[in-house]
């Protein structure tokens, strides 16, 4: 008896008999339940009066346990069954449904077929697997390779204005640098590579991924293309030039380590600056300068062999003009250039077609040819040519142009020859 008494219902039919309940117990009314379970008051009013009627058991839909009215006949479900099992053992669900109604003609949807096999055992459920990303494992070696990126956040919780954290991760021993920016760009990527190489060394390599900053949009031009090159962003350019190996992430889990990282500080990080009320990217980073070595000290591992492949920078090397935005100009007859919409004049008689423009992390500019500094000031605007400038008479206004009068040759030769071009004109031309 007890059995009789139980109802089975669905997670939704309980939340739905809840709130129904509130509504036949007076507290609330029938159009906060309908809201509440986004549902129309006539079905409101629907639901309430069946269970007043039949009582709980009135939530439960009327179809329940019920076949369907669009439901096959065991039989037809028989033959298709004995069908694929003798003409289409291996075949999959969609190719099987295909077959039955090209050769067989039996119509069945694909689905339907889906899952009468799974319910016979001809068919198991196969799940979609998920992109297996292979797991890579450590660099051997502290200094092998760094996994450097940017990460857009909000770092001091309103505080301050977004900014992004560039950060480095050795790939053998988890070691952390980082350092706050106003933005992700190509200047704050060379200043951090170069605070990075002054406290740690050069590594032998940089994963990246293909952000504008890492990896150059452009299309090889003409010289490229005969020596077998490719065009190489300004950050590239320079890892070329210290000999650091560039390496680019086909995707984000390729570069794993720094994205979880990322994590790491977007959780500890920013609660750490928050109890200690930091409030712009000054304190920001030198809060990193304390904080980074208590880090790196409880979450870096030790290398699998001992060898540092760091390595320092040549004595003599000059780092400035390799940290730096480097650009070619054209150089004018009147010995000035373009860059950045501002007109800089060259002060020596140069004879030169391109001369080049270094933008330092400084801010300053540097504008050399043939690796040789050259001196230049800054112009309000373009100088003009000395020309005679003809003055305007006022006595003499300026000509004006009107419609052209009935008897121009070109009215006369238009209505005369309307068909013909203008060079087939003839030397005279009829009245109008």
Same mark, same amino acid.
């Given at each position: 008896?007890?059995?009789?008494?139980?109802?089975?219902?669905?997670?939704?039919?309980?939340?739905?008999?809840?709130?129904?309940?509130?509504?036949?117990?007076?507290?609330?009314?029938?159009?906060?339940?309908?809201?509440?379970?986004?549902?129309?008051?006539?079905?409101?009013?629907?639901? #309430?009066?069946?269970?007043?009627?039949?009582?709980?058991? *009135?939530?439960?839909?009327?179809?329940?346990?019920?076949?369907?009215?669009?439901?096959?006949?065991?039989?037809?479900?028989?033959?298709?069954?004995?069908?694929?099992?003798?003409?289409?053992?291996?075949?999959?669900?969609?190719?099987?449904?295909?077959?039955?109604?090209?050769?067989?003609?039996?119509?069945?949807?694909?689905?339907?077929?889906?899952?009468?096999?799974?319910?016979?055992?001809?068919?198991?459920?196969?799940?979609?697997?998920?992109?297996?990303?292979?797991?890579?494992?450590?660099?051997?070696?502290?200094?092998?390779?760094?996994?450097?990126?940017?990460?857009?956040?909000?770092?001091?919780?309103?505080?301050?204005?977004?900014?992004?954290?560039?950060?480095?991760?050795?790939?053998?021993?988890?070691?952390?640098?980082?350092?706050?920016?106003?933005?992700?760009?190509?200047?704050?990527?060379?200043?951090?590579?170069?605070?990075?190489?002054?406290?740690?060394?050069?590594?032998?390599?940089?994963?990246? %991924?293909?952000?504008?900053?890492?990896?150059?949009?452009?299309?090889?031009?003409?010289? %490229?293309?005969?020596?077998?090159?490719?065009?190489?962003?300004?950050?590239?350019?320079?890892?070329?030039?210290?000999?650091?190996?560039?390496?680019?992430?086909?995707?984000?889990?390729?570069?794993?380590?720094?994205?979880?990282?990322?994590?790491?500080?977007?959780?500890?990080? #920013?609660?750490?600056?928050?109890?200690?009320?930091?409030?712009?990217?000054?304190?920001?980073?030198?809060?990193?300068?304390?904080?980074?070595?208590?880090?790196?000290?409880?979450?870096? #591992?030790?290398?699998?062999?001992?060898?540092?492949?760091?390595?320092?920078?040549?004595? *003599?090397?000059?780092?400035?003009?390799?940290?730096?935005?480097?650009?070619?100009?054209?150089?004018?007859?009147?010995?000035?250039?373009?860059?950045?919409?501002?007109?800089?004049?060259?002060?020596?008689?140069?004879?030169?077609?391109?001369?080049?423009?270094?933008?330092?992390?400084? *801010?300053?500019?540097?504008?050399?040819?043939?690796?040789?500094?050259?001196?230049?000031?800054?112009?309000?605007?373009? +100088?003009?040519?000395?020309?005679?400038?003809?003055?305007?008479?006022?006595?003499?206004?300026?000509?004006?142009?009107? +419609?052209?009068?009935? %008897?121009?040759?070109?009215?006369?030769?238009?209505?005369?020859? !309307?068909?013909?071009?203008?060079?087939?004109?003839?030397?005279?031309?009829? !009245?109008?």
């Amino acid at each position: 008896m007890a059995e009789e008494d139980m109802i089975a219902m669905s997670k939704k039919e309980l939340q739905r008999l809840h709130v129904i309940q509130k509504v036949l117990e007076g507290l609330i009314p029938q159009t906060a339940a309908s809201d509440i379970l986004s549902l129309s008051d006539r079905q409101i009013r629907r639901i #309430v009066r069946r269970i007043r009627q039949e009582g709980p058991h *009135g939530i439960v839909h009327k179809s329940r346990g019920k076949p369907s009215n669009r439901r096959r006949e065991d039989a037809f479900r028989e033959t298709v069954i004995r069908l694929y099992r003798t003409q289409y053992p291996d075949f999959g669900p969609t190719f099987a449904s295909e077959k039955l109604i090209e050769r067989d003609g039996i119509a069945v949807n694909d689905e339907t077929l889906r899952l009468w096999l799974i319910q016979s055992g001809d068919w198991k459920k196969a799940r979609k697997k998920k992109k297996h990303h292979a797991w890579r494992e450590r660099k051997p070696h502290y200094g092998q390779m760094l996994q450097m990126d940017g990460s857009h956040h909000d770092w001091f919780e309103r505080r301050a204005p977004t900014c992004v954290l560039m950060s480095y991760i050795d790939d053998a021993t988890g070691r952390t640098f980082a350092r706050f920016y106003g933005y992700e760009g190509t200047l704050p990527a060379l200043d951090s590579l170069k605070r990075y190489s002054k406290r740690h060394g050069l590594p032998l390599s940089i994963y990246l %991924d293909k952000h504008s900053t890492y990896r150059s949009i452009g299309k090889p031009t003409i010289e %490229d293309e005969l020596n077998g090159t490719k065009p190489l962003s300004q950050f590239e350019r320079a890892l070329t030039e210290l000999g650091i190996k560039v390496i680019h992430a086909n995707s984000p889990q390729a570069k794993g380590r720094i994205e979880r990282l990322f994590r790491t500080f977007q959780d500890r990080l #920013v609660k750490e600056m928050r109890l200690r009320d930091i409030s712009s990217l000054e304190e920001g980073n030198a809060f990193l300068k304390t904080y980074l070595p208590v880090y790196n000290r409880r979450f870096s #591992v030790q290398p699998q062999q001992a060898p540092d492949l760091h390595r320092m920078l040549p004595q *003599g090397t000059d780092t400035t003009m390799i940290f730096c935005i480097r650009t070619e100009r054209r150089l004018r007859n009147d010995r000035t250039i373009a860059h950045h919409k501002k007109l800089y004049q060259i002060e020596e008689n140069l004879r030169a077609h391109k001369v080049t423009v270094s933008e330092l992390l400084d *801010g300053s500019l540097v504008i050399t040819h043939n690796d040789k500094p050259l001196r230049y000031h800054e112009l309000g605007e373009r +100088p003009v040519q000395k020309k005679q400038a003809r003055e305007k008479d006022p006595q003499r206004p300026g000509r004006t142009y009107g +419609p052209a009068p009935a %008897d121009h040759p070109w009215r006369r030769f238009r209505i005369a020859f !309307p068909n013909r071009k203008k060079e087939e004109a003839p030397e005279q031309l009829p !009245p109008i």
